[in-house]
């Protein structure tokens, strides 16, 4: 098993992770059946990386994700975060973790208590790991996203959904976390408002210096947002490499499909129809 | 998505009026000032026994008559009220104490926990209310106390099915992951997630319980396990008419409607309620 | 009205959609011709999705609908139309797609009896038997793998992309004259979506049925779309053909809409386009052009609602201070 060899510790490792899941029993004395999410998935990102995760439902991308913030066990394999092996802890000593390492998620409302002011769902994290939460943190936080200061005092129903992922952003900033893992945060957005929240996760990042990992099922979103990008199909990451490369030119089969059914207005404006993406989706690139 | 949008912004401008909120709220509210009332005034001491006045019809002495024991019939009325609530404030609050918790513990631990207590709550609810409080009033003495204690007893598979269910609608939501991954304990996520989220179907299930628990309470009364003499309990009142029926029916009368009347007034404050909470919960979701 | 004989298949006129005193959509006119391929676009609170449900006449009781919507084959206003008249309308002449097929299909009914319900229900096939045969047909149309064993599946033992053609096939089963799809492939993956966007579009054009495709996804409407009408605020802002209206927007926002949905372009500071601001709250979007808040070309008489400039209803835009018409936005 290679060891990363540079001098520089990743921010976030992961060895030969693989996830089976029991599935109901069938009939009263059959086998549960066995389904791997994940079939042995090893990578590193490099601490600063933007850091891309792109693969279809039913890929394990989003269980890898749930592993990777230890919300989740493998069942062989080791995820190191930071040197430290977040695999062999119990719950209660991932404090540490939790500080370090922040989440984002898709749905900007399901991931917001309704009946919490936004004032306590930012200041959440620090609250959980025992610290006071300052009500000018909270504000400079919810400013630090764009949000006006009064925000803290409104209910999550009462914001668009732009404004929502914004109060997750903040969310997940409260703790200073050095690494930000954002699941799918614009897929539930307007074309418009996704715009404004790209452009802001990578200022957070560059302003805060954070790692970024970035899942999304959409190649050109985290084409515009990572440096780094790895493919997952079907529970094995198939492809890794710098963004522009694998999105320009494509090895892996499936990467060549997904990179071929993706509809973009410049290759419909030539006269791409759903036909050729269709076809592309089959592997029949002409 | 518009669509979604479209009937959520149709229903915040159509909050429409709510009868039977209304109606339920008035009924109960109607209750609760009689059992007040009848702390500072009753026409007559409603204990008093006046052999003179035995089963008079209503007059205008007294304005539903008197029983066989010369009890004003209004002022045991107004007294009832008061037994009638705090067997329902007793009985609701065991349920919701114990079954609220429980529910939550059910709906968080681990999944083989959270089915063994269920079972157990299911063994409880194959008991019937009114065998259970027979028992504990054969054990301790009839009593009011006694009576509700067991109905609340009773009462709390119910209070437990639904915080759970609830709970574990709660537990799969982002909100309760983004809250473990902000470091949050299960406890913790349970009581500041889940429980402001069951709130109110707990609520709604309370009043409910408590129409139920009036019933049982008046049941208890009529078979001689609920309230003892010399308390006024509407229950007793009917059991006591009982021997009358063809003499003096309306003895069984009011008592009657007014256990109909208490019944249905937190029935209809259940319904109600529970049509107050549900759209706004969607909206917000 | 003779829509039929002109070649007109859906023709909305003034039609309006409130609730009390709020307007959320106000639509002039637009007309789709057989066949034709319509998108609609637009964002959340545009008043996209509403148009398509009053379309179909499936709005929300609570909301008030006026003007007039006439399809070919139907000889009466489908606006005012009581349920019972339009329930022989809804899947003989005008059929849905929605975007969540597992919503849109019963859980507890196999999906071939599904297809051949919908014909039986409207007497398009005589029997069960040859409804059940045009129905593994149909599945087969849509290109579902083993369509004999798929017709006897329920729902949930098929994958999202297969319910999704289900629910095309359903929606095709009696050859409706307009396939309205509300962002049908917003819930697939993208490999799928190429599939099912394919399917919809041949099986659209076998039968002759015009769509009316809506979708925020810009990319989307111009691989499936020959025109487009861009929604904002309830109202129709501009409309022409994709090419047209995709390389030379004239509308401000159309042309941020664009703008911020091209990912590959930025401006000088490294950074994706965007609109300023968010859409409003239904009911709060200001007088005159509704888009003069979030408008960088906005200007005192932007307070009055600009006219319609255009030959026609099906091509051009509603603003006072439009964008020059040389610029090519969104082509980076």
């Avoid at chain 1, 490792?13 to 109901?24: E, I, K």
């Avoid at chain 1, 066990?73 to 995820?79: A, H, I, N, Q």
Wanted: some cysteine.
């Amino acid at each position: 098993m290679a060891e990363p060899t540079t001098d520089v510790l990743p921010a976030v490792s992961v060895r030969d992770v693989t996830r089976t899941y029991r599935r109901p029993r069938p009939a009263p004395f059959r086998p549960a059946p066995l389904v791997a999410a994940l079939r042995g998935v090893s990578l590193d990102v490099a601490p600063g990386q933007r850091f891309g995760i792109v693969g279809e439902s039913g890929s394990g991308k989003s269980t890898l994700l749930r592993i990777i913030a230890a919300l989740e066990r493998p069942t062989s394999g080791t995820v190191h975060v930071e040197g430290n092996d977040i695999t062999a802890l119990p719950e209660r000593r991932l404090r540490g973790l939790r500080q370090r390492l922040q989440l984002v998620f898709q749905d900007p409302m399901g991931s917001l208590d309704p009946r919490m002011r936004v004032g306590d769902i930012v200041a959440e994290p620090l609250v959980a790991q025992g610290h006071a939460a300052p009500r000018d943190r909270v504000a400079e936080l919810l400013q630090a996203v764009g949000l006006s200061a009064d925000a803290a005092n409104r209910y999550p129903h009462q914001f668009s959904g732009g404004q929502r992922q914004r109060i997750s952003i903040a969310r997940a900033l409260a703790p200073r976390p050095h690494i930000l893992v954002a699941d799918e945060p614009v897929s539930a957005l307007d074309v418009s408002v996704r715009a404004q929240v790209l452009n802001l996760v990578a200022d957070l990042v560059d302003e805060l210096s954070l790692t970024l990992v970035f899942v999304s099922h959409d190649l050109s979103v985290v084409r515009r947002v990572c440096d780094t990008v790895a493919v997952m199909h079907a529970g094995e990451v198939v492809e890794t490499g710098s963004t522009s490369q694998v999105y320009d030119d494509p090895q892996h089969d499936y990467t060549k499909r997904l990179v071929s059914s993706i509809p973009t207005l410049r290759r419909a404006l030539a006269g791409v129809t759903a036909r050729d993406l269709a076809a592309g989706a089959a592997g029949e690139v002409a | 998505m518009t669509a979604a949008l479209a009937p959520a912004v149709a229903r915040g401008w159509r909050r429409r009026r709510n009868p039977s909120l209304v109606v339920g709220a008035v009924l109960v509210a109607l209750v609760v000032l009689t059992a007040l009332v009848s702390f500072v005034w009753t026409p007559h001491d409603p204990t008093f026994v006046e052999a003179s006045v035995r089963l008079r019809g209503p007059g205008s002495g007294y304005w539903l008559g008197t029983d066989k024991f010369g009890h004003d019939v209004v002022s045991q009325l107004m007294v009832g009220a008061r037994t009638t609530l705090f067997v329902g404030v007793v009985a609701v609050s065991v349920a919701a104490v114990l079954g609220v918790p429980l529910g939550l513990l059910a709906g968080m631990a681990p999944r083989w926990t959270g089915e063994l207590v269920m079972r157990l709550l299911d063994l409880l609810l194959a008991f019937p209310a009114l065998l259970l409080a027979i028992m504990l009033g054969a054990a301790f003495g009839a009593s009011t106390l006694t009576a509700m204690v067991a109905i609340g007893i009773a009462t709390v598979p119910s209070f437990a099915r639904i915080t759970r269910s609830g709970t574990l609608q709660v537990m799969s939501t982002d909100y309760a992951l983004a809250a473990r991954a902000a470091g949050r304990r299960p406890s913790a996520v349970a009581v500041r997630h889940a429980l402001p989220n069951v709130a109110s179907l707990v609520i709604v299930q309370a009043s409910v319980s408590f129409a139920i628990a009036i019933l049982s309470e008046a049941a208890l009364s009529f078979l001689g396990f609920g309230t003892p003499p010399p308390t006024p309990s509407w229950g007793r009142m009917l059991q006591e008419s009982q021997e009358l029926l063809f003499v003096a029916p309306r003895l069984a009368l009011f008592p009657g409607i007014a256990i109909a009347l208490a019944v249905l007034g937190f029935n209809l404050l259940g319904d109600g309620l529970r049509d107050r909470f549900d759209p706004r919960l969607e909206d917000q979701r | 009205m003779t829509a039929g004989a002109t070649g007109t298949v859906l023709r909305v006129r003034d039609l309006a959609v409130g609730v009390r005193d709020t307007d959320l959509v106000l639509v002039d006119a637009f007309d789709i011709a057989r066949g034709e391929r319509v998108g609609l676009i637009g964002e959340s609170g545009s008043g996209k999705s509403l148009t398509a449900l009053a379309v179909m006449g499936l709005l929300d009781e609570g909301l008030q609908v006026s003007g007039s919507v006439r399809l070919a084959g139907v000889d009466h206003d489908l606006v005012g139309a009581d349920d019972r008249r339009m329930a022989r309308v809804r899947g003989r002449h005008v059929a849905m797609v929605f975007q969540e097929p597992m919503t849109a299909l019963n859980p507890t009914m196999r999906v071939g009896d599904q297809v051949a319900e919908t014909m039986l229900l409207h007497g398009s096939r005589g029997s069960r038997s040859a409804a059940r045969s045009a129905a593994v047909d149909l599945l087969r149309q849509v290109h579902i793998p083993d369509p004999e064993q798929a017709a006897r599946a329920y729902p949930h033992q098929l994958s999202g992309g297969q319910r999704q053609r289900v629910v095309i096939a359903i929606a095709l089963a009696n050859d409706p004259a307009l396939l309205v799809c509300d962002e049908p492939t917003t819930a697939l993956d993208v490999t799928v979506q190429a599939q099912v966007l394919d399917v919809l579009v041949s099986g659209a054009a076998a039968r002759g049925a015009a769509l009316l495709f809506i979708t925020h996804d810009l990319a989307v409407v111009a691989t499936v779309c020959q025109r487009v009408l861009v929604m904002y605020g309830g109202h129709v802002v501009e409309a022409g053909t994709v090419q047209d209206v995709f390389t030379r927007p004239r509308h401000p926002y159309t042309a941020g809409l664009l703008a911020a949905s091209d990912l590959d372009a930025v401006d000088d500071r490294g950074r994706l386009r965007t609109i300023a601001g968010t859409v409003p709250a239904a009911g709060h979007f200001p007088d005159g052009c509704v888009f003069r808040n979030r408008c960088p070309n906005a200007q005192d008489d932007c307070a009055v609602a600009p006219p319609w400039t255009g030959p026609h209803q099906a091509s051009g835009y509603a603003c006072h201070h439009p964008v020059p018409a040389v610029a090519e936005v969104g082509r980076g």
